[in-house]
Each structure stands twice: as structure tokens, then as C-alpha cells.
Nanobody
């Protein structure tokens, strides 16, 4: 059974850092593209970052470039999202998603992803 689970969210002050983790069971994460998404109240879900399966290509939304870093630990079968210099506008529920496909490049389009976690809340206070 395929399961995806996020962890690491919480409450942090503006300028602080958090590291989110995405763990999976039922498949090996390095064989799939992984995406991080977020959804703030009243807004659409948006792609924050992704990492591809075969080349490790990464992509970031302009709003998080230079502040967020996605990485993968193949031994732990976990993908991380390191978030630094957090801002109140980063407040959202963050989701991890898995693309069943295997390719050199990843996409931040939510329609490319097949398996989703339940999300973890990130709140940044001003």
C-alpha cells in the first residue's frame, strides 16, 4: 500500500527556519519525482518545489528561490524541504506528492502527481 506522510511543520517567527520531511512507504522515492506544494486559506494549491527522479533536477517557485532547498536522502527514503528566512506569507498547509513517472525533469504542476500526503501546517508569525 502506497502511503506518503509529511512532518516537521509548526509555528515559527518571521526569519526563522523549518525543515519538512516527506516519507513514503510502498515505493522508493528516488525512482519518482517528488513535489512540495502549499495551500493557504482561500488560495489555490501551488507548487513550491520539486526534485526529479533520474537526474536530481530541482525547480522552485520564484517566491521561495534562495530561501528553500529540496533534497533527497535515498538511504532514509525521505525527501526534505529546508525552509529558511521564513515570511508570514509562507503560512500554509504544505503537502508532499509523488509522481509515478520517471524522468529527467520534475514539474511543479499538481496535475502531474499521483500520490499525496495529508499535509503539515506551517505558520509564520510576524
Amino acid at each position: 500500500q502506497v502511503q506518503v506522510a509529511e512532518s516537521g511543520g509548526g509555528l515559527v517567527q518571521s526569519g526563522g527556519s523549518l525543515r519538512l520531511s516527506c516519507a513514503a512507504s510502498g515505493f522508493t522515492l528516488d525512482r519518482h519525482s517528488i513535489g512540495w506544494f502549499r495551500q493557504a486559506p482561500g488560495k489555490e494549491r501551488e507548487g513550491v518545489s520539486c526534485i526529479s527522479s533520474s537526474t536530481g533536477h530541482t525547480d522552485y517557485a520564484d517566491s521561495v528561490k534562495g530561501r528553500f532547498t529540496i533534497s533527497r536522502d535515498n538511504v532514509e527514503n525521505t525527501v526534505y524541504l529546508q525552509m529558511n528566512s521564513l515570511k508570514p506569507e509562507d503560512t500554509a498547509i504544505y503537502y508532499c506528492a509523488v509522481d509515478r513517472g520517471y524522468g529527467a525533469y520534475c514539474s511543479r504542476s499538481l496535475y502531474e502527481y499521483d500520490y499525496w500526503g495529508q499535509g503539515t501546517q506551517v505558520t509564520v508569525s510576524s
